[in-house]
């Protein structure tokens, strides 16, 4: 089983892993992929990928390029790419996005944000009003 799934073989591992038994507090910041197995207190931020794990538990503020949410998130995530909640994933928080998937099952208590991007539009585009052309 693939841990990011939509990222090049190359790319799939995780830098930085944060087990079951673990508990973090404070600001946590990297530029690598993270997994997070455990209970994390404060801020993540990083570059690359999240992935939080059906039994974690985090209060903090997310930000990261892609997140994958199985666990429990209390706090404000924010997905510079696309934000996936399994089946049993709990958000409870705001959301910004460009991509948002959400399996049956899932809890989403916030507001949800889609953000412009390559990957996703926040407005639907302007038709063009077809010219007339006059008789000569």
């Known amino acids: 089983m693939a841990m990011f799934t939509r990222e090049e073989p190359g790319d799939r591992s995780a830098e ?7 508990k973090v507090e404070g600001n946590f910041v990297g530029s690598g992929n993270v997994v997070v197995e455990g209970s994390v207190t ?8 999240l992935r939080v794990g059906e039994g974690a538990k985090i209060k903090a503020d997310i930000e990261a390029a892609n997140v994958t949410v199985a666990g429990e998130v ?3 995530v924010k997905a510079n790419g696309r934000l996936d909640l399994g089946p ?17 099952g899932a809890v989403l208590n916030g ?18 009003k077809p010219e007339k052309k006059r008789a000569a």
């Open 16 to 22: 930085t892993v944060i087990g079951p038994s673990v």
């Open 42 to 49: 404060g801020t993540i931020r990083t570059s690359k990928d």
């Open 88 to 104: 049993s994933a709990k958000v409870f928080g705001n959301v910004e996005t460009m991509s948002l998937t959400v399996a049956n």
């Open 111 to 128: 507001k949800c944000t889609m953000v412009k991007g390559e990957a996703g539009l926040a407005t639907p585009p302007v038709a063009e």
């Open 74 to 76: 209390h706090g404000n």
